[in-house]
């Protein structure tokens, strides 16, 4: 796909050429590893290992901008309710606005947690093509279906995009203006949903018939979708899981402890 998440896999570094399986395995125990802290203390480790593994995947930097924009605006939402909304200990007030000490807190927690999940899930798909992802889910365990699902969803995604831009497109070329507030435009958005929705159905069973031509559907029986073709894992790869691994248990444990 043109700017799809994994446009950056083909660059040169150590996370590039990690295993697919333990790549997989590893970010996502780490992922696991940071939803699960609580604690402020842990903060400044967190952020240090994302900024470890962002520097080593070499991506740009313009990658994470480009991507946590809209995840942002969620972040911004969370940022004005939490710190005039949760706890009792007022450190500045103006009128009936407070500003609490205890959302102000529980503020850096989640955006903290919130940035660097979702960098390490940048991290994991903008260093893999997708279909050696959707091969490593299979290889360890995923039903074949929800491969195939992940899969298609992902290639149509674009193409859905790119028919909505060619209808928007004829419908200002016809004097459509979606700033307009009026139950005409209204009625037309509708309608365009619909039509969308319908093209999409039929596109998917065009889709569907012509990989039944094909003989989809009638993989030999046991076959498990990715076997076979996955590299072997090196003893560096095992190291690097191993360490990855490690430190998600350190995060989870020292959660517990303190």
């Known amino acids: 796909m043109r700017s799809g998440i994994d446009s950056y896999s083909h660059l040169n570094s150590l996370i590039h050429k990690w295993e697919p399986r333990c790549k997989l395995v590893a970010l996502l125990a780490l992922i696991f590893a940071f939803s699960f802290v609580r604690q402020l203390t842990l903060l400044p480790a967190m952020v240090l290992v994302t900024l470890v593994l962002s520097s080593l995947s070499r991506l740009p930097v313009a990658f994470f901008l480009s991507r946590l924009r809209y995840p ?9 309710l939490l710190p005039f909304t949760v706890g009792s200990t007022i450190i500045f007030q103006f009128g009936w606005l407070a500003l609490r000490q205890e959302g102000l807190l529980l503020l850096v927690v989640v955006a903290t947690r ?5 960098m390490v899930s940048l991290i994991w798909f903008g260093t893999t093509p997708l279909l050696t992802n959707i091969r490593a889910m299979g290889a360890l365990g995923l039903p074949p279906t929800l491969a195939e699902m992940m899969l298609l969803s992902y290639r149509y995604i674009e193409q859905f995009a790119e028919d909505l831009t060619k209808m928007k497109r004829a419908m200002q070329l016809r004097g459509f203006r979606a700033t ?3 139950r005409r435009n209204l009625s037309v958005l509708a309608s365009l949903a619909g039509t969308l929705l319908v093209r999409s159905y039929e596109q998917s069973e065009q889709v569907y018939q012509a990989m039944r031509l094909r003989g989809y559907g009638y993989l030999p029986q046991g076959r498990r979708y990715g076997r076979n073709r996955m590299k072997r894992v090196s003893v560096g790869d095992a190291i690097a899981l191993g360490i990855t691994l490690l430190i998600a248990v350190g995060f989870v444990v020292g959660e517990l402890v303190i």
């Open 72 to 80: 942002g605006w969620f972040l911004a939402a969370i940022a004005i």
């Open 180 to 182: 307009k507030l009026s």
């Open 114 to 118: 919130f940035l660097c999940i979702l």
